[in-house]
């Protein structure tokens, strides 16, 4: 056999085998991770026909996670949406991030604009598409900067990259991804109407009465009134970080208005409650509770007050937890963990401020009896005020969330 036959059949051997190889979707590099929920028959209908042809066609590798059987890809699906700065208003419950994020298809977004950003030869840093399955009158895109842009379902993706390009130099910092800014003094305000209700600081008031009473020396009391309210602010945070890490694993639109409605509903029950003596419904301590306090307040030692605090903070719910379950819902819609884990503190530390002014304006006897007797004759007045304050700042953030 001539070298010429053995160079033909190396040739067709090599071409051979070229031919029987796969031809990897993933051969461009590019792959689309697509987050989603498999009870969902709309989603794996969609996922599997039109989606999965149109990555395909365009060589890009496809990989499912399913965040309802696996809740780690839950996890993670909200740590992508955080750390990109996806807006709530623009998260859905099927996501596609393709190359790492810089096109991200939240929902069902139309064939013909999916194919188009697939195909561009030049995008924005990021670029998001929003259209919720069943939703005809069309999609939104937004580049992460300028205001979100909406059209209709025939319309090309490439109106939005014109128009985009064209005013890219005019364009700030976008105010939906600055909503945030919004959520701390919402927090604070929402913290410091919450502590002032009648329950932990009537127990203070009395306690610090009790303590002169019993001829305690002035330092002692202060030291016994500082830990109470320590104990107070440790135990409702944790109960509050332990709600917050729950609402992480349940994200979504419906957390932010449900905290913000029963803001308003807790705040309604407070105001009726003060107008109406008879109303039925009643936010406060049971009387049960009020008697085991007591009985750990007159012990009057420094264990009894760390135990005092303590179940003052796990007593505290059923007068004033309506608030703080509202806030909980909107830190679980609106930030990541840690950043909620940041503003739950600041919430608590607002909560016990009243508790600190009280505690330096009682340690004088005379004015701790004043500021006794104003609590007693004033106290539906003030659950009135703060019921009123609270249905405000509810009805505020149900509009903003919305």
Request: hydrophobic share 50%.
């Given at each position: 056999?001539?070298?010429?036959?053995?160079?033909?059949?190396?040739?067709?051997?090599?071409?051979?085998?070229?031919?029987?190889?796969?031809?990897?979707?993933?051969?461009?590099?590019?792959?689309?991770?697509?987050?989603?929920?498999?009870?969902c028959?709309?989603?794996?209908?969609?996922?599997?026909?039109?989606?999965?042809e149109?990555?395909?066609?365009?060589?890009?590798?496809?990989?499912?996670?399913?965040?309802?059987?696996?809740?780690?890809?839950?996890?993670?699906?909200?740590?992508?949406?955080?750390?990109?700065?996806?807006?709530?208003?623009?998260?859905?419950?099927?996501?596609?991030?393709?190359?790492?994020?810089?096109?991200?298809?939240?929902?069902?977004?139309?064939?013909?604009?999916?194919?188009g950003?697939?195909?561009?030869?030049?995008?924005?840093?990021?670029?998001?598409?929003?259209?919720?399955?069943?939703e005809?009158?069309?999609?939104?895109?937004?580049a992460?900067?300028?205001?979100?842009?909406?059209?209709?379902?025939?319309?090309?993706?490439?109106?939005?990259?014109?128009?985009?390009?064209?005013?890219?130099?005019?364009?700030?910092?976008?105010?939906?991804?600055?909503?945030?800014?919004?959520?701390?003094?919402?927090?604070?305000?929402?913290?410091?109407?919450?502590?002032?209700?009648?329950?932990a600081?009537?127990?203070?008031?009395?306690?610090?009465?009790?303590?002169?009473t019993?001829?305690?020396?002035?330092?002692?009391?202060?030291?016994?009134?500082?830990?109470?309210?320590?104990?107070?602010?440790?135990?409702?945070?944790?109960?509050?970080?332990?709600?917050?890490?729950?609402?992480?694993?349940?994200?979504?639109?419906?957390?932010?208005?449900?905290?913000?409605?029963?803001?308003?509903?807790?705040?309604?029950?407070?105001?009726?409650?003060?107008?109406?003596?008879?109303?039925?419904?009643?936010?406060?301590?049971?009387?049960?509770?009020?008697?085991?306090?007591?009985?750990?307040?007159?012990?009057?030692?420094?264990?009894?007050?760390?135990?005092?605090?303590?179940?003052?903070?796990?007593?505290?719910?059923?007068?004033?937890?309506?608030?703080y379950?509202?806030?909980?819902?909107l830190?679980?819609?609106?930030?990541?963990?840690?950043?909620?884990?940041?503003?739950?503190?600041?919430?608590?530390l607002?909560?016990?401020?009243?508790?600190?002014?009280?505690?330096?304006?009682?340690?004088?006897?005379?004015?701790?009896?004043?500021?006794?007797?104003?609590?007693?004759?004033?106290?539906?007045?003030?659950?009135?005020?703060?019921?009123?304050?609270?249905?405000?700042?509810?009805?505020?953030?149900?509009?903003?969330?919305?």
């Open positions: 056999m001539n070298m010429k036959k053995l160079r033909l059949i190396a040739i067709t051997l090599f071409v051979l085998l070229l031919s029987a190889l796969p031809v990897n979707a993933d051969s461009t590099g590019r792959q689309a991770v697509i987050y989603y929920n498999e009870a028959d709309e989603c794996a209908t969609y996922i599997n026909g039109e989606l999965q149109i990555l395909q066609a365009n060589q890009v590798q496809m990989v499912r996670k399913d965040y309802i059987n696996q809740r780690e890809n839950r996890k993670e699906l909200n740590q992508m949406n955080d750390s990109l700065g996806v807006p709530l208003e623009l998260q859905s419950h099927l996501v596609t991030f393709v190359d790492e994020g810089q096109i991200i298809l939240q929902g069902e977004p139309p064939r013909r604009v999916v194919e950003l697939l195909s561009a030869q030049e995008l924005p840093d990021r670029i998001l598409i929003y259209s919720e399955e069943g005809e009158d069309g999609y939104k895109a937004w992460f900067a300028g205001p979100v842009q909406s059209y209709g379902v025939n319309e090309p993706v490439t109106t939005y990259l014109t128009w985009y390009q064209a005013n890219q130099a005019s364009f700030e910092s976008s105010g939906i991804a600055s909503s945030a800014s919004r959520l701390l003094p919402a927090v604070l305000l929402t913290g410091l109407v919450d502590g002032i209700n009648p329950c600081m009537a127990i203070l008031l009395f306690f610090i009465t009790f303590l002169f019993i001829r305690k020396a002035r330092a002692a009391i202060a030291r016994m009134g500082l830990v109470y309210i320590a104990c107070v602010y440790i135990v409702y945070f944790l109960v509050g970080l332990g709600l917050l890490r729950a609402t992480s694993l349940v994200q979504g639109h419906w957390l932010g208005q449900v905290g913000a409605g029963l803001l308003i509903l807790f705040g309604l029950t407070n105001l009726l409650g003060a107008i109406f003596p008879k109303f039925p419904i009643r936010l406060e301590l049971p009387e049960i509770g009020k008697e085991g306090l007591k009985n750990w307040m007159y012990r009057a030692t420094l264990p009894a007050t760390i135990v005092l605090g303590t179940l003052m903070g796990l007593e505290s719910f059923p007068c004033s937890g309506g608030p379950v509202a806030i909980l819902g830190l679980g819609s609106q930030t990541g963990f840690w950043e909620g884990f940041g503003y739950l503190a600041l919430y608590n607002m909560f016990i401020m009243p508790l600190v002014i009280i505690l330096i304006l009682a340690l004088n006897p005379v004015m701790g009896a004043k500021i006794q007797a104003w609590e007693r004759a004033s106290s539906h007045k003030v659950r009135g005020i703060t019921g009123g304050v609270m249905a405000l700042i509810g009805l505020v953030l149900l509009i903003w969330v919305l």
